[in-house]
């Protein structure tokens, strides 16, 4: 019974190992469908369950594109379908710097949904509009 305690103990005292690379993407593609279906609960559990902060990994996050979306980071995935509950609650955990970042094509959020309420339809300024303004709105 002691050796069993003792084996317990010494394994729980080890330190827990990072996530493996191919844990990381399979969270991230994770994250970007939670983000894509306006799954806000689902974001969250899914970086408690991995013990992630999203203001530290958010810029190593890079999701996929699809049909309504060429692809970037989970807030612009959120923005292009129109997910408000989901890009709420990543706009809240990246902060205004993560706000006022510029991405890879030199455009921040802000600028990026302006550019795609500018050159869309009536469906797309209407999905895209409240987004806009709730970034707009963020404490820059």
Known sequence: MKRVLLVAAVALALPVPALAADDLSRVAATLCEYAKSNDRSGLRKKLDAADLDL????????????????????????????????????ATKIGKNGLNKAEKDGMTIVQWTEKKIGGGDAATKASLQPLLDMYKSEPQ
Do not use: P, Q
């Open 55 to 90: 203001r530290r990994v958010y810029d190593g996050i890079v999701c996929a594109g699809d049909g309504k979306f060429e692809g970037g980071s989970l807030l612009r995935a959120a923005t292009a379908h129109g997910a408000m509950d989901s890009a709420t609650f990543i």
